[in-house]
Nanobody, 123 residues
Framework: VQLQASGGGLVQAGGSLALSCTASGRTFNIFRMGWFRQAPGKEREFVAA????????YYSDSVKGRFTISRDNAPNTVSLQMNSLKPEDTAVYYC?????????????????WGQGTQVTVSS
């Protein structure tokens, strides 16, 4: 499975950005897709995830109500709509795949990762 993330950029606080991640290759065994982020000097943290069948979603407390994860109309594509962005949302954002019903917030259960896309929110 290959994951290609796109859509990062620079935005002012309060603005919006949308990220996309497209999976290719052996995509038939995707159980869940997730987004994680890593800010400089910090550990990678969970942002959001969606179950591929059924669409159950999960969010970290820090983004709940501001970010929305969804399956895109394009095949094997997951999107992350980010609204009301804050400077503390600045990070490299990674999409990832999990093949089973494991803990959605734990990065160790995701086995394929995209290359990351930079999101910078200025104050």
């Amino acid at each position: 499975v290959q994951l290609q993330a796109s859509g990062g950029g620079l935005v002012q606080a309060g603005g919006s950005l949308a990220l996309s991640c497209t999976a290719s290759g052996r995509t038939f065994n995707i159980f869940r897709m997730g987004w994680f982020r890593q800010a400089p000097g910090k550990e990678r943290e969970f942002v959001a995830a969606i179950n591929w069948g059924g669409g159950v979603t999960y969010y970290s407390d820090s983004v709940k109500g501001r970010f929305t994860i969804s399956r895109d109309n394009a095949p094997n594509t997951v999107s992350l709509q980010m609204n009301s962005l804050k400077p503390e949302d600045t990070a490299v954002y990674y999409c990832a795949r999990s093949w089973g019903n494991f803990k959605p917030t734990d990065a160790k259960w995701y086995d394929y990762w995209g290359q990351g896309t930079q999101v910078t929110v200025s104050s």
